[in-house]
Structure formats: C-alpha cells, structure tokens
C-alpha cells in the first residue's frame, strides 16, 4: 500500500493505492475515508489497483474552509485521478461517493470507463413532491443531530437509508473512534447541505453508467429510490450488490464477487 497527498484548490486531499492492475477508483459513502473499505479492498487488490481517499474535512484530508459542493467533491476526484493517470478508470460510488461520480462523468467523462453508481443521494434525481418530502427529511436529521448529537440521529439516518445491522462475520472492526465522531459532524454539518443543494443535468452524458443498488434496501427509501430513477432516467436496470446500503462494508466477500461479475460482464 502507497500513500500520499495531492494538493487541489482549497484543501489537501490524503489518498492511497493497493493492488496490481487496472485502476479502481472508490468513492465513499458518507463519513467514510480512505479506510472505510479495508476489508473490500482486501479482496480486490489481487486484481484491481484499488484507490481510496479521504474526502476534503475528513481524517487526515485538510479543508480550508467547509461547505463544498458535490461538484467540487468530483473536481477533487477529477484533480485526484489527472495527478495519478491519464488513463480512464473504473469507479465504484457510494451513496455520496455515488453522486460524486455521476457529476465526474458529466463533466470530464474522459476519466471514467464505468462509474458504478451505488444508490446515490441525489434528490434531484426525484419527482418533484417526493424530492421536497426527502429534503425536508435530511434538514430533520441535519437538526436532530445538531440539538441532541450523533447516538440520537444514528438510528434515524439507518432509517431514513434502510440500512440493517446484517453483515458477515470477522470484519474488520470499525469502532466509533473520535476521529470516526468528528467525521460524522463534518459530514452532517456541511455535507448534508450540499447533497440538498446539488443539482445536475445528465442529458448528453456518454459515460457508461450502471445504477446499482443493495438487495436489503426497501424498495421505498430515499436511497433505493434514487438508484431506481436514475436507471429509468439512462433507459437501464438497477444492478443489485448483497447486503444492504453499506453492502461495501457489511458484506465485503459476497460484494467483491458480485463486483467481479458484473465487472467482467461490463468487459
């Protein structure tokens, strides 16, 4: 495993690379870092050069200043990709990660040979009445947290993403450490308003997508439904992955052979 920084406007972004092969770019969900994926990276780096990072504000990634947009999240990850390769890659999105990816292969669709996108949070991507009901749910959550902390809006954001306690056994442990707690604020502070404010138009994009999603997801949730419009909206289906939301995490050896199929069949 190599590590380094970039540096790109307004922040210094830590990354790292493991494996041989070609290269697979993940974008993590929520306060997810560079280490959110170890035990999936694991068992993709006999095969794939796998890159993680730390999105600006989190662990040991530095931000100038808070608030960034999804747009600059993706010149981040379009920044991150030019200083390692000029070739293009293959990018697994989660959830956040996911809405990244959708506005890097809009605007330097040259980067990316497939963006998997796993149920992005992207309300834009939802009818009107239904985009207001799941804004005004994040801007909930967003309060809750700030009134009452992270142990009162953890379960409503499970919630609020369908996400169950369900995982395979002997995973690496991921203990709500103080730096796991303070990405959790800087996620929930800042990033939460940028997924409300986030907007794109995917009309005219050629890079090939796949929306995917978890096979645990209640077909009726925010995230879920995202993923279901965006495969309506590229004239595709969904692609399902095991486990639920955070299946990247919570079920890392059925996901990484499910990725290994649907890698091999995109090829």
């Known amino acids: 495993m190599t590590a380094d920084i970039v540096r790109v406007p307004g922040a210094d972004l830590y990354y790292e690379t493991r494996g041989t092969g070609p290269l697979l770019l993940i974008s993590q969900s929520g306060e997810g870092d560079a280490g959110r994926t170890v035990d999936l990276v694991d068992l993709l780096a006999d095969t794939y050069t ?19 947009s999804v747009r600059r999240h993706a010149d981040d990850v379009h920044r991150l990709l030019a200083h390692l390769t000029d070739q293009p890659v293959i990018m697994l999105g989660q959830s956040l990660g996911a809405s990244i990816g959708l ?10 040979a497939l963006l998997i996108a796993h149920e992005p949070v992207s309300p834009w991507l939802l009818p009107p009445a239904e985009r207001a009901a799941h804004l005004a749910e994040l801007e909930q959550l967003r309060a809750l947290y700030l009134e009452d902390g992270l142990p009162a809006v953890l379960g409503e954001v499970r919630r609020v993403l369908g996400i169950t306690g369900d ?15 303070a990405n959790f604020d800087f996620f929930i502070r800042h990033d939460f308003a940028a997924v409300a404010r986030d907007d794109l138009d995917l009309g005219g994009c050629r890079t090939a997508i796949l929306p995917a999603a978890g096979r645990t997801t209640p077909h009726t949730v925010f995230d879920r439904r995202c993923a279901a419009e965006l495969a ?3 004239g ?12 990247n995490t ?18």
Do not use: C, W
């Not at 506005?103 to 990316?112: G, N, S």
């Not at 995982?167 to 707690?181: H, I, K």
């Not at 595709?236 to 955070?246: A, D, I």
């Not at 919570?250 to 090829?267: D, G, I, K, N, T």
């Open 236 to 247: 595709t289906e969904v692609v399902e992955f095991p486990g639920g939301h955070n299946g």
């Open 232 to 234: 309506k909206l590229l």
């Open 103 to 112: 506005h890097l292969a809009t605007e330097h669709p040259e980067q990316l």
């Open 50 to 68: 796998v890159i993680t990072y730390d999105r600006r504000g989190l662990s040991r990634s530095t931000v100038q200043a808070p608030g960034a």
């Open 167 to 181: 995982a395979e056994p002997g995973l690496a442990p991921q203990p709500m450490t103080p730096q796991r707690q």
């Open 250 to 267: 919570s079920h890392p050896r059925a996901y990484a052979a499910r990725l290994r199929e649907v890698l091999q069949a995109a090829a």
